[in-house]
């Protein structure tokens, strides 16, 4: 017998000025099921998803919630009704205790009013043990947690609220392998008492595993929708981008001699990582491999200047390096684009054409530093056209864009500073498949125009489709420096895990 319906979407459209984000989009959640929605970046999923969680009106169409029409005028109009959302970018109150994140708004008083800290330190700890963290996290600030356990803590809260729909938004993103199993373990646990999820992601290797039913959305409509069974990787990606699409991308190897750009030497720094070695050639490819924690990215911010090493040596062309901030990196053309993108590389208030020009404003100055905006808006716009970036206006503020385009601005923004080293960090986490293969297409573009690239990624496909020599790192340690066609995704995997090539996973 079928599951009953939880949730009913009817005809839903909502648009922005010009711009129609959902045009008669229909979803049905049926009760104890996991709905994944899939498309790709600008597809409509996250205004849909606000739409459920309260947190926009549509301008049409209906909702019906067990089924009774209802509207949700806000997000705690929606979370009374018990629908929760963790968002893909973590949303939580930095220097509160994770007990005050999981219990603000529902705080748990005693009988004479006063805040029962007793029953909430209880009652947190057996929510972030569900999810397979420590209970002494409890008592700590969500600053001094990685970034993977605050994204945890924010699902632990939406759980522990006994949420009738839990929308996940990209929930693996800043996961590692071993919290995203975590992860699927409560979703399957949570479905069995009789709850929805549903599941927005761009990894459809998770989709596979996790999900009962896809829908696809394209251009604000709603394309397609498959039962797990019914669902094939083609089928989906052809639903997604109105194409045909290879995720098989191989960078060649270059072929030319080709100098040493950077050599690092036994680099540490205490409590991050210890005694990294490596070298990386013009026109190649490095790739950083390993799980959340493992010292990647402080790695590179050495090189960056901007988290010094406790020992080791540099060398950047030959000579002897060693910077003192980010300023010094980019005056030797070593460019780093961060992880973060939308705390670290871009000014989400501030238009597009600003954002492109950031960094870059002495050449459109004139003597005395007065910026010409005609200067600025050609130099933004030669940005736009170059990388293929969706806008409607260059003044539009920049947090409008797509995760994927917003990408595009930081990465078009690195290159106008025409680098000889260029650090990408994840850069395409949270992306769709399409903006992904645009990236990939355009990262190896670059290797073979003679830039050295280093690639971190959590995506072992992408790794291996990529670069040309890989280093593995596990909790701070370096465990391999292999070459991309005398290894596998297997090999690779044990070395981040901190076993050795030839031992067996126990499953």
């Given at each position: 017998m ?7 979407l ?9 711009v129609?984000?959902?045009?008669n989009?229909?979803i049905?959640?049926?009760k ?5 929605i899939?498309?790709?970046n600008g ?6 998803m606000?739409?459920i969680?309260?947190?926009l ?11 009774r029409?209802?509207?949700?005028f806000?997000?705690r109009?929606?979370a ?9 970018e973590p949303?939580?109150f ?6 005050e994140?999981?219990?603000i708004?529902?705080?748990?008083r ?9 029953s ?5 700890s ?13 008592g700590?600030?969500?600053s001094d947690?990685m970034?993977?356990s ?13 949420a009738k729909?839990l929308i996940?938004d990209?929930p693996t993103a800043i996961?590692?392998?071993?919290e995203t199993?975590l992860?699927?373990?409560?979703i399957?646990?949570v479905?069995?008492q009789g709850?929805?999820?549903?599941y927005?992601?761009h990894?459809l290797?998770?989709?596979?595993k996790i999900?009962?039913r ?11 929708e ?7 990787e ?18 060649k190897p270059n072929?030319?001699p080709?100098k ?7 680099l540490s ?13 013009s026109g190649?490819?490095?790739g950083?491999y390993g799980?959340?924690g ?8 050495a ?6 090493p406790d020992?080791g040596?540099i060398?950047f062309e030959?000579?002897?390096y060693?910077p ?5 990196a ?12 939308r705390q ?12 492109l020009?950031a960094?870059?404003l002495?050449s459109?100055?004139?003597s005395i530093g007065i910026?010409n905006?005609d ?9 736009v056209?170059?990388?293929k970036?969706k806008i ?5 503020p920049?947090?409008s864009?797509s995760g994927?385009?917003?990408q595009?601005?930081v990465l ?7 680098p ?5 960090d994840e850069p ?6 399409g ?6 297409k ?9 830039i050295a690239?280093?690639l971190?990624s ?24 292999l070459?991309r066609?005398e290894?596998?995704?297997?090999s690779?995997?044990?070395l ?6 030839k ?5």
């Amino acid at each position: 017998m079928d599951k009953a319906a939880l949730l009913d979407l009817e005809n839903i459209s909502k648009s922005f000025g010009g711009v129609q984000a959902l045009e008669n989009v229909s979803i049905s959640v049926k009760k104890g099921e996991v709905h994944a929605i899939v498309g790709e970046n600008g597809a409509g999923k996250s205004t849909l998803m606000k739409i459920i969680a309260g947190a926009l009106l549509p301008d049409s169409g209906t909702i019906k919630f067990e089924e009774r029409k209802i509207q949700f005028f806000s997000p705690r109009d929606a979370a009374r009704n018990g629908i929760s959302i963790v968002y893909q970018e973590p949303i939580y109150f930095r220097e509160l205790s994770v007990i005050e994140n999981i219990y603000i708004g529902d705080e748990l008083r005693n009988k004479q009013g006063m805040l029962d800290w007793d029953s909430m330190t209880k009652g947190a700890s057996e929510a972030v043990q569900k999810m397979g963290l420590p209970v002494d996290i409890v008592g700590k600030t969500m600053s001094d947690l990685m970034l993977g356990s605050q994204q945890l803590v924010l699902i632990a809260r939406s759980i522990h609220k006994e949420a009738k729909v839990l929308i996940l938004d990209e929930p693996t993103a800043i996961l590692s392998q071993a919290e995203t199993e975590l992860l699927f373990k409560t979703i399957r646990e949570v479905k069995k008492q009789g709850s929805s999820i549903i599941y927005i992601s761009h990894r459809l290797e998770e989709i596979f595993k996790i999900a009962d039913r896809i829908s696809v959305l394209r251009d604000g409509k709603k394309v397609a929708e498959y039962t797990l069974q019914e669902a094939t990787e083609d089928k989906l990606v052809i639903s997604m981008t109105g194409r045909n699409f290879s995720f098989d991308i191989k960078k060649k190897p270059n072929g030319k001699p080709s100098k040493s750009i950077l050599s690092v030497k036994n680099l540490s720094r205490a409590g991050y990582y210890q005694n990294v070695s490596f070298e990386i050639k013009s026109g190649e490819i490095l790739g950083f491999y390993g799980l959340v924690g493992a010292g990647r990215s402080e790695v590179v911010k050495a090189i960056y200047g901007e988290m010094h090493p406790d020992e080791g040596e540099i060398l950047f062309e030959g000579e002897k390096y060693s910077p003192k901030n980010s300023r010094e990196a980019i005056d030797r053309k070593i460019i780093y684009v961060p992880e973060d993108r939308r705390q670290q590389g871009l000014f989400l208030i501030r238009a597009i054409r600003d954002n492109l020009s950031a960094g870059l404003l002495r050449s459109v100055s004139n003597s005395i530093g007065i910026i010409n905006p005609d200067k600025e808006s050609t130099l933004a716009q030669s940005q736009v056209d170059s990388l293929k970036i969706k806008i409607s206006s260059l003044l539009t503020p920049v947090s409008s864009l797509s995760g994927g385009n917003q990408q595009k601005v930081v990465l078009s923004r690195g290159l106008t500073h025409k680098p000889e080293l260029l650090i990408l960090d994840e850069p395409t986490h949270g992306i769709d498949v399409g903006t992904k293969s645009e990236i990939h297409k355009l990262i190896t573009s670059l290797a073979q125009n003679n830039i050295a690239i280093i690639l971190i990624s959590s995506e072992l496909p992408e790794i291996l489709a990529l670069a040309d020599n890989i280093l593995v790192m596990h909790e701070g340690n370096m465990m391999g420096y292999l070459k991309r066609n005398e290894t596998d995704e297997e090999s690779i995997l044990r070395l981040a895990l901190g076993l050795s090539e030839k031992s067996n996973i126990q499953n």
